[in-house]
């Protein structure tokens, strides 16, 4: 009998209803438990927006110094509500508590009541982080702190950019202003050059002029401590002559006195004898012209003649000291008048003299003082020529650093840009990048993607289940003289056929409820096909050999290809213990060939799977077949077993 004579034999043996019903079961084994796990998460994230989740808004609004209100916690509330990812429920703080306790919420945000203030703070210099504070209760599910953690990076994310986008507006609806001072600085700079330029061209003006002045007091206060010395020598010599002079004043003036009296009386007594002189004489010249008269002899008398001749020189010097008499007596009295002048003036003129002694004292004490001023005041003048120096030096330094200042605030101005829209400018910058997604070969929902992992888990697991129901072997086929191989594909190929039967069932209701659009039908039938075959012969030649122990190691190995495969994390995030089984055991390939069959890849690695899960198969129908051959080797044992085939 040839082993497909044997397969449809060993099914023609379950005829009765029940066993029937245990074959229909097994087919649905595979369905049934991938099946059913991929509808129940086919498109969990479709349906979020059914998700309740609380949003409580204490915010306070506050009004900024442009006097502008400010409602961000609204707004906040308005924009969650315009993107209802998930059912957002606004209430109060007691019945988000209540509801997130009870499950009726999933998470609550709580929007504090600064919220407002704190986004505000961006434009009084000193800005504080708006918080946001997203509760959650793990009583609610591990996924939910997962999804809810995933949601607060949202918000952070979406409050971050709302937050920059309204300090952006502040700083560019200020980048107009700012430009214009930084022109009027550079301006202002110009003008500081310019000044400067001049200060240093005063101040070294300044400086020649003070050694010029320098070198003039040098000579002045020498002329000065000439004068100094002059005027206390003029001192030296007036002071004893005034002294001795002041006591003599009275004397002179009543000495003035006297000699005006003296006068007085000289010139009367001059003039009583000038006018007694002239009346002699003049009687004498007529006496003697009398005489001649009488006598005409005489005429030619010398003797007489010349007595006449002298009377008359007599008389006419007698009118001559009369003329003269009258002179020295207006003398007289002018000198009479200028010693009561004297006499009078001579107070005066002693007060003079004093004053003039003092201020010649006064002039030789400030001329001194002059002096010694001049002294201290060279090298004064020397210190402000230096001074003036430094001064130069630095209004020089002062004329380029503000020329350097100019040129930046300059350029700098001219670097500044012009913004035309400041809030959409703002907008743009808050947000300046976007993430385009152009993934290749991407599951369209979360179940698709799933998908692979659970196709592979419900093909291993029908194996292990499968010879539970059937038995791995035919107890009449280890007796009879057929060859171990056909002993061995005569319990394998009828569990294989419902374990390919199966597999094929699970991937049509999968496509055809939950709309599986598999890119390659070959590539998904094919490892469909291989993996129940693969999995059905390891599991067949473990339950051969060893019975329910086998079983159980199949079960383990199950366990182990779970775990190893990267189903759902990759590889790389697996413990090393997993990382080291996995390219060794046969799901890894099942899963790999069907996510490239299911969503796309690279052809070559398909094939490369189908044949390493066809390896795998070959080789447990050879260990299968090995088993068949030892288990015909008999002993005593082996009639009551420790447990049960």
Not at 47 to 59: E, G, L, R
Not at 618 to 628: E, N, T
């Amino acid at each position: 009998m040839n082993v497909l004579a044997l397969t449809v034999a060993e099914l023609r043996r379950y005829r009765r209803p029940l066993e029937r019903l245990a074959i229909g079961f097994l087919v649905l084994v595979p369905t049934l438990y991938g099946g059913l796990y991929l509808w129940s998460n086919w498109d969990p994230y479709g349906k979020v927006d059914t998700i309740k989740v609380a949003v409580v808004n204490d915010d306070v609004p506050v009004t900024t110094d442009d006097g502008e209100k400010v409602t961000a916690g609204d707004q906040m509330v308005d924009e969650l509500e315009k993107e209802p990812v998930v059912d957002w429920t606004p209430t109060d703080a007691a019945e988000a508590a209540d509801g997130l306790a009870a499950g009726r919420y999933l998470m609550v945000i709580t929007i504090p009541s600064d919220f407002s203030a704190n986004l505000a703070s961006v434009e009084g210099g000193s800005p504080q982080a708006a918080r946001v504070v997203l509760a959650r209760d793990g009583a609610n599910g591990f996924i939910v702190s997962v999804a809810s953690r995933g949601a607060a990076l949202e918000l952070q994310e979406r409050i971050n950019q709302a937050a920059l986008a309204a300090y952006l507006r502040v700083a560019f609806g200020d980048l107009d202003e700012l430009k214009s001072g930084i022109k009027d600085a550079a301006s202002g700079a110009k003008d500081l050059a310019d000044g400067a330029a001049d200060a240093h061209d005063g101040a070294t003006k300044l400086e020649s002029g003070l050694a010029t002045a320098v070198t003039g007091t040098t000579k002045l206060r020498d002329g000065a401590e000439k004068v100094a010395d002059g005027n206390e020598q003029i001192a030296a010599v007036v002071d004893p002559v005034t002294d001795d002079l002041l006591p003599l004043l009275p004397d002179a003036v009543d000495a003035a006195g006297d000699v005006s009296a003296a006068v007085s009386d000289l010139t009367d007594a001059v003039a009583t004898g000038a006018s007694s002189i002239s009346a002699q004489t003049k009687a004498t010249v007529a006496a003697l012209d009398a005489l001649a008269a009488a006598h005409p002899d005489l005429a030619d008398d010398p003797t007489f003649t010349t007595a006449h001749d002298a009377a008359e020189a007599a008389e006419a010097r007698a009118d001559d000291v009369t003329a003269a008499t009258k002179d020295v007596a207006a003398a007289a009295k002018d000198a009479q008048s200028t010693a009561d002048a004297i006499g009078a003036k001579a107070p005066a003129i002693e007060k003079k003299i004093t004053g003039a002694r003092d201020d010649i004292d006064a002039l030789a004490t400030g001329s001194r003082q002059v002096a010694d001023g001049l002294t201290d005041l060279v090298p004064a003048l020397g210190d402000a020529q230096d001074g003036a120096a430094q001064l130069a030096d630095g209004t020089q330094k002062l004329d380029d650093g503000a020329t350097k200042l100019a040129d930046a605030l300059a350029s700098a101005a001219g670097k500044v840009p012009h913004i035309d829209d400041p809030d959409a400018t703002a907008d743009a910058i808050s947000s300046p990048s976007l993430v385009e997604e152009k993934g290749v070969n991407l599951a369209p929902t979360y179940g698709a993607g799933l998908a692979p992992f659970f196709f592979g888990i419900a093909l291993c697991v029908f194996g292990v289940v499968a010879f539970t129901v059937l038995r791995p072997i035919n107890p009449r086929g280890l007796t009879s003289r057929a060859s171990s191989v056909t002993v061995a594909l005569a319990g394998f190929l009828p569990v294989a056929v419902v374990g390919i039967v199966g597999g094929w069932v699970l991937t049509g209701v999968i496509v055809l409820t939950l709309g599986l659009d598999p890119v390659s039908w070959p590539g998904l039938l094919g490892l469909v096909t291989l993996g129940s075959l693969a999995f059905t012969a390891i599991a067949h030649a473990l339950r051969t050999a060893w019975g329910v122990v086998g079983s159980s190691i199949a079960l383990v190995l199950l366990m182990l290809q779970l775990t190893s495969c990267a189903g759902i994390y990759p590889v790389q995030t697996l413990p090393g213990f997993f990382q080291a089984l996995h390219p060794v055991l046969p799901m890894t390939y099942v899963v790999d060939g069907l996510r490239i069959a299911m969503t796309g890849g690279p052809s070559d690695r398909l094939g490369l799977d189908l044949l390493v899960v066809a390896g795998f198969l070959a080789l447990a129908v050879v260990l299968g077949v090995l088993v068949v051959r030892w288990r015909r080797r008999w002993h005593v044992g082996e009639l009551k077993p420790v447990l049960g085939e």
